[in-house]
């Protein structure tokens, strides 16, 4: 069972749309972050949301995480070619050991065409 | 710069033949991981270590072994590599095991025949 749901698995607009990608849980979370992996690299962090309804905005992303902290959206307006990757979400939750472990999604695969 | 290097970046083995894949972090980061990255299943973690010679199981640990003898090194063992363990695998750190934010390596594709 995946306990990161990911929507949708792919996605192809055109330059200047507008788009929202979900991710989605049954489990609550610590906090939940956005990565973009790019081909041949390693994913990148975009976001740390920890607080319940919180919202983020970095530059044409906007994110955001559920009140019951077990869902977010990434929304991102006016895309850019530049803009295409692979988006993931990860859940943190607290391991046994008292650190962090952290969920990953399947990812969004986002294609912006010029 | 600051940041997760990984050796190789790729290599092709074949089954049996014992293989070891580095990272290095010059971050001064306590906390280490290992994830494998397959088509349909997402990002995996093999192993974590939270400090020197603390390590423990993440959700695919078997058929791999890892080591912190340094803070800087994390090393993926394959002590007798198997055609399932054909994948896309990241080494991640982070600043302790209490933060969530993760810098990754750029990964190493391995392909085992």
Redesign the interface.
Known sequence: T?LLEQSPQFLSIQEGENLTVYCNSSSVF??L?W?RQEP??????LV?VVTGGEVKKLKRLTFQFGDARKDSSLHITAAQPGDTGLY?C?G?RRSG??????T????TKLSVIP | EAQVTQNPRYLITVTGKKLTVTCSQNMNHEYMSWYRQDPGLGLRQIYYSMNVEVTDKGDVPEGYKVSRKEKRNFPLILESPSPNQTSLYFCASSPSGRTTEAFFGQGTRLTVV
């Open positions: 995946q610590s906090s972050q990565y041949g690299e390693g994913p990148v962090l740390t993931l990860a943190a050991a008292g650190s962090y472990q952290l990953f999604g399947k990812g």
